[in-house]
């Protein structure tokens, strides 16, 4: 008989007990960080859920932030990685008020998440958004962005048990809140006036951050999850589920008419087609000078794109190589089309004095902005 089983036969007698718990493996470092990963989440979704409008949208971001950081370092921990950052010489970097420096946020999204994973693009929205919060408008802000805090709290889970099984999973914890703003009949109308209330400074912030994005991520339910809710007026069954999802095809005409309704919450999304929609040079010289204050013409758009970097320059061996938002090259043809997001985009950017000028004044030498 091994040193376990005389132990548990002790148990038995009432005796041992303190010897018993030693035949136990304890758990390892990373369980234990998984465990305050999930307490982070779980206080996350409790402070944003609350009644009122204290600052719920900036807790929520901190907390997920913080579980999202645990739940990282509890994967890299369980496969054996670094948690400390090292130097150039490979030694570990000592952090300035004591201790080693831990690895950054940012920096295991990196190692753990690719970077067109929508995923880790929700995760650096809400790291960028919370410098840009402004705390009376905060409200408005959260509904702005609402669908994105939902796909962050779902990517969570999702990756959660898919690092560490089901049995990790916070489902069963997590319920779905009553809310009567979004499903009355004047919640089109409602959306309207918060987005208008919605600081200029933050909108700008949110549409240019979507801007960089590829079309593909920005679509992807993971970056921003959306979807409809239509009241069911039917018999109960045994079957039915306080939230169903349905695919819009299998929607009745009546469905349909309601949705259509809400047209401020549904974003079509149309495959890409060479040349859609563009715009050629003049035509975006055209649009912009009509909505700005001070000149714009064929130079200073050839000045924007230089300095955007939205397209490379006309003797670029690559010169397929642009911003698929704003530009697009035509091999046919053997010339560059414009979208309309780039006419809104100059728009939005040259109507400041100083940005402007910097678009003006730059030279090829010049280091254009990231």
Known sequence: MDQCSLERASDASGCGIATYSRCMAPRPRWWHTLQASKAEVLLAVDLYNRSGNERQ???????????????????????????????????????????????????????????????????????????????????????????????????????????????????????????????????????????????????????????????????????????YLVPHTGPKTSADAAMTFIRASDLTTDQRALLDQVQTIIREKQVPVEDLNGLKAGEVVEQVSRRLDATFNMHMHTQAWKFFGVRPATSALNRASTKPEFCRYNSTFEQYTYTPAWVEYLVRHLSDAEQYAAVRGWRPEATPPS
């Open 57 to 227: 949208l900036e807790a929520f971001i901190v907390h997920m932030n913080l579980g999202w950081m645990k739940l990282l370092q509890a994967r890299t921990d369980a496969d054996g990685g670094e948690m400390i950052e090292r130097d150039a010489r490979g030694w570990r970097r000592k952090h300035p008020e004591g201790g080693f420096l831990y690895k950054s946020l940012r920096v295991l999204l990196a190692e753990q998440l690719d970077a067109t994973d929508p995923r880790l693009n929700n995760i650096v929205f809400f790291q960028g958004l919370r410098n840009q919060i402004e705390h009376r408008h905060e409200a408005r802000i959260a509904a702005l962005v609402a669908g994105r805090t939902q796909a962050l709290l779902i990517n969570y889970e999702e990756t959660l048990v898919e690092w560490f099984g089901p049995t990790e999973a916070l489902g069963s914890e997590l319920r779905f809140p009553l809310f009567v703003s979004t499903i009355t009949e004047d919640a089109a109308s409602a959306v309207k006036a918060l987005r208008s209330q919605v600081p200029k400074g933050v909108l700008d912030w949110v549409q240019d951050f979507d801007t960089a994005l590829e079309p593909d991520i920005r679509a992807d339910q993971r970056f921003d999850f959306r979807i």
